[in-house]
């Protein structure tokens, strides 16, 4: 029967794409054959490549989507169990992609003559190695501390595996500075620390930070993340940002007022539920609490945060005291009825389309947890005026690669000692603006990663606040160019 174990949760995606490698008999409808039997097995195909022929035989490569590896495995049984078919090579596209890793050094001279090696090196360098000892200030203009960035983990929350460990982590860091090239123009580094002890963390980050012109923490558990962010921001003199903090925050308050935009709504008007108290869901409730969001109620393993709880540790004893107006204190389905905003940044299947039905009309949600959402998607729609997900085979992605390229990039132009709430709040507005009132539907509340427009305007409005502030010395009258899609 067409779909027979087939996935029922899940979408195929490009991040389970394979190829498999077939020899099929050769006649008029070999390739049809197999594209219908990959089809009928709830896979994409995506490409056919014939490779080699003879009188007899067709080889082809047949690339498809999958939903998941056992997805993608049941695809491979399928075309095995055709008649005239053999299954050569089973290639994981996503693996391949990652094979030798995804960034390289690379110099920006030629070195090609005796000439060039004694600027570059001895002993021509020793002139600007004592100009920096004159001077370190000069070390922003003369090295590559003027645009790169430590992306740095001790891999104890990557993606929603947890606690993995840093060689781990290592794939996700690398694909972090490759998007910050590619869309800011930043050069970065991955430094996965083999410990999770605090004080060693920030020992090792501010003995390295010489080298960068900003610190962007990442895939660190909370609540430890919180004290070694404010800690090193004390202690250094460049930028420290937490992506899984602020970048997300920024990009949920861009993409939230362009849905309230759509709905009608003020932010000052409405009711929010946060799901998910950690990391991001603290930074985000923060930053609407800045924006002067009506209400938020914040939700968590121990239930809604209200005043009658105890031991509680100083971040969520702020929301305590911060939020929660009416003092709710029952359970998450209880929480949205009458809410205008569900925001949800924990784990998946957590409510159904009849909670989200009792929301107030008009409602947005924002289902964010990855790869599966707090509530499927195609429920939501159901009740909701506007839905986004963490998700790129949805509408209305909400992805950090829309804020940290363009954050780094403006702090870094403009020489920026550190990383402000109100950076934070124009980059997000930079976002929002970019999508334009003549292009704003339920279904397009954000721009495209790939829209070209959106690092340059996060940048502007980044440096923008970093030169009013004392926190800013630019020694650049003119930014860095931003590599070109």
């Known amino acids: 029967m067409k779909g027979d174990n087939v996935p029922t949760t899940r979408l195929p995606s490009a991040g389970y794409s394979i190829t498999v490698r077939v020899a099929v008999i050769a006649d008029a409808s070999a390739i049809g054959r197999l594209t219908m039997a990959v089809g009928e097995a709830g896979a994409i195909v995506t490409a056919v490549d014939v490779v080699d022929s003879d009188h007899l035989r067709v080889v082809a490569d047949v690339t ?14 399928a075309l095995e169990a055709m008649e005239g078919v053999e299954v050569r090579k089973v290639s994981d596209r996503t693996f391949l992609l990652h094979l030798g890793g995804k960034i390289e050094v690379t110099s920006k001279v030629n070195l090609k003559t005796r000439d060039e090696l004694s600027r570059a090196y001895t002993p021509g360098v020793a002139r600007v190695c004592q100009a920096i000892a004159d001077n370190p200030e000069d070390a922003r203009r003369l090295t590559i501390k003027r645009n790169t960035v430590a992306v740095v983990t001790d891999g104890s929350a990557v993606l929603g595996l947890g606690n993995i460990g840093p060689a781990a982590a290592l794939p996700v860091m690398e694909g972090k500075a490759a998007l910050f090239k590619r869309f800011g123009g930043v050069d970065a580094w991955p430094v996965c620390l083999d410990t999770q002890d605090t004080e060693e963390i920030i020992k090792i980050v501010k003995a390295i930070a ?25 202690m250094l003199d460049i930028p420290v940002f937490h992506d899984d903090q602020h970048g997300t925050a920024i990009c949920v308050l861009a993409a939230l007022t362009n849905a309230l935009r759509v709905v009608g709504k003020k932010l000052a008007d409405v009711k929010v539920v946060v799901s998910g108290a950690g990391a991001a869901g603290t930074a985000i409730m923060k930053l609407l609490l800045r924006q002067g969001v009506g209400d938020v109620i914040a939700y968590d393993r ?14 969520w004893q702020w929301l305590v005291e911060n939020t929660n107006k009416g003092d709710y204190s029952g359970d998450l389905p209880g929480a949205i009825v009458g ?34 959402p707090e509530v499927d998607p195609r429920e939501a729609r159901k009740h909701a005026a506007v839905v986004a997900t963490g998700r790129s085979d949805q509408p209305n992605q909400i992805n950090n690669v829309l804020a940290f390229p363009g954050v780094f990039r403006g702090m870094l132009d403009a020489q920026a000692r550190e990383f ?19 292009k704003l539907n339920p279904s397009v509340i954000v721009p495209s990663v790939f829209d070209s427009r959106v690092a340059p305007a996060v940048a502007a409005a980044i440096r923008a606040i970093a030169q009013q502030s004392t926190t800013s010395s630019v020694l650049d009258s003119d930014p860095t160019p931003i590599p070109e899609p």
């Not at 498809?64 to 049984?77: E, G, N, P, Y």
């Not at 660190?220 to 004290?227: D, V």
């Not at 402000?420 to 970019?434: K, R």
């Open 339 to 372: 809410a205008d905003v569900f925001i949800g940044v924990s784990a998946p299947n957590l409510l159904t389309g009849d909670d989200i039905a009792r929301m107030a009309p008009n409602a947005i949600v924002f289902a964010l947890a990855n790869p599966d």
């Open 210 to 234: 010489p080298v960068y012109g900003g610190i962007n923490l990442e895939d660190i558990a909370a609540p430890r993340c919180f004290e070694i962010e404010a800690r090193l921001r004390e």
């Open 302 to 315: 121990r239930g809604a945060l209200h005043r009658e709880m105890a031991n509680l540790g100083p971040d």
């Open 64 to 77: 498809c989507d999958t939903a998941d590896s056992a997805h993608a495995d049941q695809v491979v049984k």
């Open 420 to 438: 402000t709430e109100e950076m934070a709040l124009a980059a997000a507005m930079a976002i929002a603006d970019v999508v334009g009132e003549e």
